[in-house]
Nanobody
Framework: QVQLVESGGGLVQAGGSLRLSCAASGRTVSSVAMGWFRQAPAKEREFVAAISWNGGNTYYADSVKGRFTISRDNAKNTVYLQMNKLEPEDTAVYYC???????????????WGKGTLVTVSS
């Protein structure tokens, strides 16, 4: 089993930055892809970004491309999401996920964190 714990959320003004972290425990996640999803109020959970097991490939939703950067440190069993130029539309609960069942774009992953809230004020 893998436990994922997100941190780094908070309140930030539009145009600001935040860095989310997701620490994995239970077993190593160094051999699986990891990703970030988000869910805004009254909306479905949506894909944000993902990274391959060795960091060689990254994937982004069009809405965050050029503003967000996903990275990972396998030695620390941790994945990060650097979020720059934040917009009010980025307000959501951000979830970390590990080990996709199919493609990274789908919401079917084997492990999920409980989420961290990001609020962007205008």
């Amino acid at each position: 089993q893998v436990q994922l714990v997100e941190s780094g959320g908070g309140l930030v003004q539009a145009g600001g930055s935040l860095r989310l972290s997701c620490a994995a425990s239970g077993r190593t996640v160094s051999s699986v892809a990891m990703g970030w999803f988000r869910q805004a109020p009254a909306k479905e959970r949506e894909f944000v970004a993902a990274i391959s097991w060795n960091g060689g490939n990254t994937y982004y939703a069009d809405s965050v491309k050029g503003r967000f950067t996903i990275s990972r440190d396998n030695a620390k069993n941790t994945v990060y999401l650097q979020m720059n130029k934040l917009e009010p539309e980025d307000t959501a609960v951000y979830y970390c996920a590990a080990d996709p069942q199919r493609t990274v774009w789908d919401s079917e992953w084997n492990y999920w964190g409980k989420g961290t809230l990001v609020t962007v004020s205008s």
